[in-house]
């Protein structure tokens, strides 16, 4: 059993992939698209100033989780102590606010047939991110690398 614990031990395959989703890719595509997203509503600012609001509160939680996942993703690398706890704070934080952001629109007072022509797309994206969110959860609960490589600062 010691055998496979030190076989199994450190940031390797599917574990080494998370911290490079949460330390590279997640930011850089958050990064990505709020740059896509403020230049394609931006000459829609004075017309619709409510969408500015949207983009502002979209913009500053997505910064936000930004630096939460280089957090996680590098803590998980460094097999720091609660790695594996902030991982799973920051997957359940990104779960939380795409379902958040279907309703943004809607707070921030956008018209209905503005909110229909973003809503559905809105929804598929936050489902998508809350089945991302959910898998590397289940792996860091269940994974016996993980298991091996943080023990007891699970």
């Keep these: 059993m010691d055998e496979i614990n030190l076989q199994l031990k450190g940031v390797k395959g599917w574990l080494l ?17 709020l740059i896509i997203i403020t230049n394609l509503t931006k000459p829609f600012f004075n017309k619709h100033p409510e969408l500015l609001k949207m983009v502002l509160i979209n913009g500053i939680c997505s910064i936000g989780l930004a630096v939460f996942s280089v957090y996680a993703g590098l803590s998980l690398w460094k097999i720091l102590p609660n790695a594996v706890t902030t991982a799973k704070k920051y997957l359940l934080a990104i779960s939380l606010y795409s379902i958040f952001s ?30 991302y969110a959910s898998a590397w959860y289940l792996y860091l609960k269940k994974s016996r690398r993980v298991m091996a490589t943080y023990g007891s600062n699970l």
């Design 17 to 33: 992939l998370m911290c490079i989703s949460l330390t590279i890719l997640d930011p850089s595509s958050i990064f990505l698209n």
């Design 102 to 131: 279907i309703f943004i629109p809607t707070l921030v007072g956008l018209q209905a047939e503005t909110i229909k022509g973003i809503s559905g797309n809105n929804v598929l994206n936050s489902l998508l991110t809350v089945l």
